[in-house]
Nanobody, 119 residues
Framework: VQLQASGGGLVQAGGSRRLSCADS???????????KAWYRQASGKSRELVAE???????NYADSVKGRFTISRDNARKRVYLQMTSLKPEDTAVYYC???????????WGQGTLVTVSS
């Protein structure tokens, strides 16, 4: 069973978009223990890490999105978000979310959601 990712679509350059990711069956302790991340894969390119949140809540971002993208979580709803602002055409890609908690043998990916930024 994959994570449910949503929020992709067509947006103009300079615009904003929020992606969401959830596993309706995940139990709270596993969600809270999991690392959370968003990756993206542009056409003809390898998948790259965009943003991650470690188990202690610290975050890391790819240089290309620093200051524009923000990863966050809602523990009550067990959701992970990627807020994207000041979007650029080069942000066009399929975005994938990942939750991983090896101690619980849990590692799931979303099905991918396409974000297209028009110039």
């Amino acid at each position: 069973v994959q994570l449910q990712a949503s929020g992709g679509g067509l947006v103009q350059a300079g615009g904003s978009r929020r992606l969401s990711c959830a596993d309706s069956r995940i139990i709270t302790s596993v969600f809270n223990s999991a690392s959370k991340a968003w990756y993206r894969q542009a056409s003809g390119k390898s998948r790259e890490l965009v943003a991650e949140m470690t188990t202690d809540g610290s975050t890391n971002y790819a240089d290309s999105v620093k200051g524009r993208f923000t990863i966050s979580r809602d523990n009550a709803r067990k959701r992970v978000y990627l807020q994207m602002t000041s979007l650029k055409p080069e942000d066009t890609a399929v975005y994938y979310c990942n939750l991983a908690a090896p101690q619980y043998r849990y590692d799931k990916w979303g099905q991918g959601t396409l974000v297209t930024v028009s110039s």
